[in-house]
Nanobody, 119 residues
Framework: VQLVESGGGLVQAGGSLRLSCAASGSIFSDNAMGWYRQAPGKQRERVAAITSGGSTNYAASVKGRFTISRDKAKNTVSLQMNSLKPEDTAVYYC??????????????WGQGTQVTVSS
């Protein structure tokens, strides 16, 4: 399964960006999907995840500002990011879990897309 992210860029604090991840392969609808990010000098962290059934989970730092969604017909998963802060600056990665929930390990990673929030 190949994952290709798009939508990153430079935005001012308080602005919005929408990241998209296009997945190839017919098993996309059976897997949970997630968005992770990694800032320079920091560990990669999960930002949001969505099960095959549509349940969602968010990191405390983004709850209320970010929204993850998926379109099974189009094999895409998106991350709407609002009220962005400089601390949201990172490379964002799309991930496919091995099962229908986020309790499993990651099966595939995207190549990453840079998000930079200026103050």
């Amino acid at each position: 399964v190949q994952l290709v992210e798009s939508g990153g860029g430079l935005v001012q604090a308080g602005g919005s960006l929408r990241l998209s991840c296009a997945a190839s392969g017919s098993i996309f609808s059976d897997n949970a999907m997630g968005w992770y990010r990694q800032a320079p000098g920091k560990q990669r962290e999960r930002v949001a995840a969505i099960t095959s059934g549509g349940s969602t989970n968010y990191a405390a730092s983004v709850k209320g500002r970010f929204t993850i969604s998926r379109d099974k017909a189009k094999n895409t998963v998106s991350l709407q990011m609002n009220s962005l802060k400089p601390e949201d600056t990172a490379v964002y990665y799309c991930a496919r879990y091995k099962t229908s929930t986020w309790y499993s390990s990651i099966g595939s990673w995207g190549q990453g897309t840079q998000v930079t929030v200026s103050s």
